[in-house]
């Protein structure tokens, strides 16, 4: 979908564990985006990241959501101690340049916990 | 928060019909996109727009740009099979980069 690599696609994690979610961008690209989809919902925006750099994360929940865009390697959204709650769908998307240029969206992970 | 809401909330058609949805907004935004979303797929952009009026088509899809800024339309022309899915307009604000997406459309076309 648009080059955007998100892994894994599924994942069931129990309550209390880790989840690491994979988001690799477009070729060129280097803004990244994440995204939570709720059944039935629209997306909401969580993070915006440069190369190594938060450059907004209004939509982060305060506590036990981190996001990391390294200088190598895929950007990681991670979801510590998780809660039946935290079950959705995640996109990752990428853009060029930031601003309003389009972006590109992965399928996404959609996590599931027990 | 900003909120978009579409309209209407979902729809049936007969392949070959016309499809018109909106997309408004309480709130400017300076940029406004399109998307639809398969079940367990991404968003994939349909179309792009920058400038308040403007009209942009892709294939049998045409979108315009409200003047108000403050909403947009998406029409479909002569729907096919493959036409059916989520339909979202997302907005972007001036020099902001997430996205607020609508409510979403659902279309189911009827052969």
């Known amino acids: 979908n648009a080059g955007v690599m998100q892994n894994p696609r599924h994942l069931v994690r129990r309550r209390g564990q880790e989840a690491r979610l994979r988001c690799s961008p477009m070729k060129g690209h280097s803004h990244v985006y994440w995204y939570r989809q709720l059944p039935e919902e629209g997306l909401k925006f969580m993070v915006y990241?440069?190369?190594?750099?938060?450059?907004?994360e209004s939509g982060m929940p305060k506590e036990r959501f981190s996001a990391e865009f390294p200088k190598e390697g895929p950007s990681i959204l991670r979801i510590q101690q998780v809660v039946r709650g935290d079950s959705a769908a995640y996109f990752c998307?990428?853009?060029?340049?930031?601003?309003?240029?389009?972006?590109?969206f992965g399928d996404g992970t959609r996590l599931s916990i027990l | 928060g900003q909120q978009l809401n579409q309209s209407p909330q979902s729809m049936f058609i007969q392949e070959g019909e016309d499809v018109s949805m909106n997309c408004t907004s309480s709130s400017i935004f300076n940029t406004w996109l399109w998307y639809k979303q398969d079940p367990g797929e991404g968003p994939v952009l349909l179309i792009a727009l920058y400038k308040a009026g403007e009209l942009t088509s892709n294939g049998r899809l045409t979108a315009q740009f409200g003047i108000t800024r403050k909403d947009s339309f998406l029409n479909i022309s002569a729907s096919i099979p493959s036409d059916v899915g989520i339909y979202f307009c997302a907005g972007v604000t001036g020099g902001g980069n997430k996205l607020t997406f609508g409510t979403g459309t659902q279309l189911k076309v009827e052969l």
């Open positions: 990241l440069q190369k190594e750099n938060i450059i907004d």
């Open positions: 998307a990428s853009s060029r340049q930031g601003g309003d240029q389009p972006q590109h």
